[in-house]
């Protein structure tokens, strides 16, 4: 029973595809969890994380294994994102009408998402190496990365920081938002995009595509303007 048992977990952990159906699977019974449910506090995203820390943690199956398959899945979102475009190309002539505005708030909300994100923390009594990963917390995983290797950071931490964001804003930026009274695509937009990065247009393509296409371009501004920011502001802050 016991090497039964063995050949089962190294066959588990040899197959990235049998890895990969693991990872769709858990994020398919996450979004019907959180359809049957209807509660925000459910997010695929989150459910996901969690499910699959759990199923690593108990066979034993070793992160690079869970990598490994996960490229497969990484590979087809490229051409994803560059479809992104598309709502941006429809929107062009609006957002062009409009570039003074989305820069100078573009400009505000890198700099809040940085002092607010370091503050925080430091208010908390966080180390220095979890101040420095709250100053990207708003910033996609790619530009995160690259920012936090400046400033001298860990990875590590830094990806956790994105994730809160991203997934915390996915949950509850809309309905924060409304309560504000913003329900124009612009303002809500980019509002999704500075501040919760992918998962927040992921969010904003629930609402049309006039709202995902201020998200990307709020993801896409924010992110170089962090780039540029961050090292400048950060020293100072820490």
């Keep these: 029973m016991n090497e039964l048992l063995l050949q089962w977990h190294n066959s588990l952990s040899s197959s990235p595809f049998l890895l990969l159906f693991i990872l769709i699977g858990v994020f398919e019974l996450a979004v019907w969890l959180r359809k049957r449910s209807n509660l925000p506090l ?17 066979t034993g199956i070793s992160w690079q294994s869970f990598e490994q398959a ?7 979102l490229q051409p994803v994102v560059v479809c992104l475009a598309v709502p941006l190309y429809i929107q062009w002539q609006k957002i062009r009408a409009q570039w003074l505005p989305i820069i100078v708030s573009q400009i505000i ?3 809040v998402g940085i002092i607010t994100g370091v503050g925080l923390v430091r208010l908390l009594g ?8 709250a100053a990207v917390k708003s910033v996609t995983m790619p530009i995160a990365i690259e920012v936090i290797e400046t400033l001298g950071g860990v990875v590590g931490i830094a990806a956790s920081t994105v994730l809160v964001a991203g997934v915390s804003g996915q949950m509850v930026g809309v309905w924060i938002l409304h309560r504000f009274g913003q329900r124009l695509p612009m303002g809500l937009g980019l509002s999704l995009g500075s501040a919760s990065h992918a998962l927040g247009t992921v969010r904003a393509m629930q609402l049309g595509s006039r709202y995902v296409a201020y998200a990307s371009l709020g993801l896409i501004l924010n992110g170089i303007i962090t780039a540029f920011l961050a090292p400048i502001i950060v020293p100072w802050l820490v």
């Design 42 to 58: 459910l997010n695929p995203s989150l459910l996901t994380t969690i499910g699959v820390i759990v199923i690593l943690k108990a």
């Design 70 to 76: 996960s490229n497969y899945l990484t590979f087809w």
């Design 109 to 111: 909300a890198s700099g």
């Design 126 to 133: 966080g180390s220095h190496d979890s101040v420095l990963a």
